[in-house]
Nanobody, 124 residues
Framework: QVQLVESGGGLVQAGGSLRLSCAAS????????MAWFRQGPGAEREFVAV????????AYADSLKGRFTISRDNAKKTVFLQMDSLKPEDTAVYYC?????????????????WGQGTQVTVST
């Protein structure tokens, strides 16, 4: 069992940056694949980024590659999402997710645990 708590969301102007954090409870954080998803107004939840258990391997949604960076600190049981050059279309609730498996996936239903989400709003 793992509990996830996101933080770092807020209101930012277009072109700005935010860094989201997701703190995990439990003793085996390094056993989990970690990912970020987002859900905009009236939209389905979509994949943002995923990171392997060691942090060596990452994958991103094609539309976000180059602007977003996922990383993790296993000692601090935290995963991060650095978001740069933000656009109004990035406005969404961002969710952290954990999967107890070594296999990287982009499908939200493959993930076992979810945080409550943090709102990111990008103004023009």
């Amino acid at each position: 069992q793992v509990q996830l708590v996101e933080s770092g969301g807020g209101l930012v102007q277009a072109g700005g940056s935010l860094r989201l954090s997701c703190a995990a409870s439990g003793r085996t954080f390094s056993a989990y694949i970690m990912a970020w998803f987002r859900q905009g107004p009236g939209a389905e939840r979509e994949f943002v980024a995923v990171i392997s258990r060691s942090g060596v391997n990452t994958a991103y949604a094609d539309s976000l590659k180059g602007r977003f960076t996922i990383s993790r600190d296993n000692a601090k049981k935290t995963v991060f999402l650095q978001m740069d050059s933000l656009k109004p279309e990035d406005t969404a609730v961002y969710y952290c997710a954990a999967r107890n498996s070594p296999l990287i996936t982009r499908r939200y239903h493959d993930f076992d645990y979810w945080g409550q989400g943090t709102q990111v709003t990008v103004s023009t």
